[in-house]
């Protein structure tokens, strides 16, 4: 009960901060020179702590656990093939929790509704009865389209670039459809950490998904005011974005404590910490790769300089060693 105490404080906390960091936008102008320092730091630190701290405790809780499945007469009781189980789990754990980020943020990028396709007259086959001097000339080629702007998982952190098109109103609601479900996978983190015995790894990766959440809920409700929605509007998509990493968080909990009991007791509930924590580790490298590649095309624009950039994302990437300082807290 403890556990599920201290996960209803961070869940808490965590929503009212999302909140709060949203309605910045709503109050007063922040510099985006600071909004994007916040968040490449934001980036590093998810980074690092899937790195040094989420995927390390998950792979220690898969192979100290036995596996969840039950004994069968034809089950092969060598270690090896436990070994070997545990290293697939681990493998598929974090690809599944990459892929599953990398398809919604492919599957958002939908081509534009008003996006027109031109088709040359000279490619569509001309009736034989026509003669070929009445045909007309064939046009001259269409200028060159640019891509069609789609909306991105995470949106831009630059409530003062006025060099994207106006959004549509499907446009907000697929970026608060993005980053809900991107919320829902930080709540996954948090809440395969509540059942960890590490005692420091909930805190870690609360404060790693504050970091990075308040400059997307600033970014978001900047994205949604500039494509026409109103501050009431704006308020419902930040609370729905708010309450869903609370959500996953607690949906996990209740999956390990199921599945947990289903198993093996403790042993089983450990295993399936360890494969959650392992599957939140690939959607945080996703994130954080999707995010630093965004920065990479913001960098040297006259107020943020790359060399800051670059320092802002290796100082977050190392953040998290400190937690490391003095062994494991279990």
């Not at 534009?112 to 086959?125: G, T, V």
């Not at 295993?271 to 599957?279: D, P, Q």
């Not at 060399?307 to 802002?312: F, N």
Request: glycine letters at 10%; charged letters at 10%; aromatic letters at 6%.
């Amino acid at each position: 009960m403890d556990g599920l105490l201290t996960l209803l404080l961070f869940s808490a906390a965590m929503a009212v901060a999302s909140f709060a960091a949203g309605m910045l936008p709503l109050a007063v102008n922040l510099s985006p020179k600071h909004l994007r320092i916040m968040s490449t730091i934001g980036t590093g630190i998810l980074v690092g702590t899937s790195l040094i701290v989420i995927i390390p405790e998950g792979i220690e809780a898969i192979y100290s656990a036995k596996s969840p499945s039950p004994p069968t007469t034809t089950s092969d009781p060598d270690h090896d093939d436990d070994h070997d189980s545990n290293h697939l789990a681990v493998g598929l754990s974090l690809i599944t929790g990459f892929l599953l980020m990398f398809l919604i943020d492919r599957l958002s990028h939908s081509p534009h509704p008003d996006q027109q396709y031109h088709i040359p007259l000279d490619n569509i086959p001309t009736s034989p009865r026509t003669p070929s001097s009445a045909r007309p000339p064939p046009p001259a080629p269409p200028p060159p389209r640019p891509p069609p702007h789609t909306p991105p998982l995470l949106p831009p952190l630059d409530p003062a670039n006025h060099h994207h098109p106006p959004t549509t109103s499907s446009k907000p609601a697929a970026t608060t459809t993005g980053l809900v479900i991107h919320a829902c996978a930080d709540g996954i983190a948090l809440g395969a950490s509540s059942k960890s015995s590490n005692v420091g790894l909930e805190a870690v990766i609360f404060l790693a998904i504050i970091i990075h959440k308040m400059p997307a809920a600033f970014g978001l409700t900047a994205v949604l005011l500039r494509g026409g929605l109103s501050k009431q509007q704006a308020r419902r998509h930040l609370a729905v974005f708010s309450l869903a990493a609370p959500f996953g968080a607690l949906v996990t909990w209740a999956i390990i404590m199921v599945l947990g009991g289903v198993a093996e007791g403790g042993s089983g509930m450990d295993w399936w910490t360890g494969v959650l924590l392992l599957f939140s580790g690939g959607t945080f490298l996703f994130v954080a790769v999707h995010a630093m590649q965004e920065d990479e095309g913001m960098s040297d624009d006259g107020e943020v300089k790359g060399w800051v950039h670059t320092a802002c994302a290796a100082g977050g990437m190392l953040i998290p060693l400190l937690t490391q300082v003095g062994g494991h807290g279990h």
